[in-house]
């Protein structure tokens, strides 16, 4: 079974699939070993981590077909590629997602932002127009090899539309071929209950840390709302962040490294998390 097959059928089997944000090998290789079943993309944290730079429209569709590249050929697991507002219009639309299905993603998500986008969760965002966005959705979905290659539809209808446009612009999506709807942004559970309620297909949501989303909003609360994804865009990034500024507080304090045990991976789980396990058994069986 291809990728995009297993993922289909995560998406659409009763139990919720949570999905970690990963931006490199390392964040994907340490969801992987925890268990996760699948794997997001984040364009946010691929663009602060790789090139240090906001979610704004600001790398290339070659940066992040690079980057997920990478992380694809690192883990056995389906990954989700983000492909932002499509870079550009239907055509390129088209076109990217050509890119990341041969790349070996599972699917993708396409957001209906204009050009720059910018985070879900930030103010200032707007709308390109429902046909211009159902175009997009169809030319993705006229451009997968794999039927079941995921169009994860994101819109961020709610903070422009209201939860009106939300249910029509999602429900469009699915028309134009998508497999999944994305909804950007959700505030409470009552909106959540009101898109899967009206939405007639898959929906998803994330859970941003300092966004948005509704505080203690527990997984299997999620699954009993009918949400069908939920991903974690941004967990293991500012998990990483805060834990490399922590560590240099406390060495520029301390004037040594005795005090960071516990937030240090041990130092052959580091080198065995990337292979050098395996360098050593190739090493034993060719070399010696």
Request: proline content about 3%; hydrophobic content about 45%.
């Amino acid at each position: 079974m291809g990728k995009g097959s297993i993922l289909k059928n995560l998406i659409l089997d009763p139990e919720i699939l949570v999905m970690p944000g990963v931006f490199d090998t390392s964040s994907a290789k340490l969801a992987e070993q925890a268990g996760f079943a699948a794997l997001q993309c984040s364009g946010a944290a691929i663009s602060g981590f790789h090139f240090g730079r906001p979610d704004y429209s600001l790398i290339s569709l070659e940066d992040m077909a690079a980057c997920t590249a990478r992380i694809v050929r690192s883990v056995d697991v389906p990954v989700m590629a983000d492909g932002d507002n499509g870079f550009g219009n239907a055509v390129s639309s088209y076109y990217t997602v050509r890119a990341f299905e041969d790349l070996g993603a599972a699917g993708i998500n396409l957001e209906d932002q204009v050009s720059p986008k910018r985070c879900g969760h930030l103010a200032g965002k707007e709308l390109i127009g429902l046909e211009e966005a159902v175009a997009k959705i169809r030319a993705a979905a006229d451009a997968r090899r794999d039927p079941d290659f995921v169009i994860n539809a994101r819109t961020d209808a709610l903070a422009v539309e209201g939860l009106s446009g939300v249910i029509r612009r999602g429900n469009a999506y699915l028309e134009a071929g998508a497999t999944m709807i994305f909804v950007e942004g959700v505030t409470s559970r009552d909106e959540i209950r009101h898109a899967v309620d009206n939405i007639h297909g898959p929906v998803a949501v994330n859970i941003v840390e300092g966004g948005k989303s509704p505080e203690r909003l527990a997984f299997t609360e999620l699954q009993e709302l009918g949400v069908a994804r939920v991903s974690l865009p941004g967990v293991l990034l500012l998990a990483a962040l805060g834990g490399m500024r922590e560590a240099l507080a406390r060495v520029r304090k301390d004037g040594d490294t005795a005090g960071l045990s516990d937030l240090l991976l041990p130092f052959r789980e580091a080198h065995n998390l990337f292979g050098m396990n395996e360098v050593e058994q190739l090493e034993a069986r060719y070399l010696s």
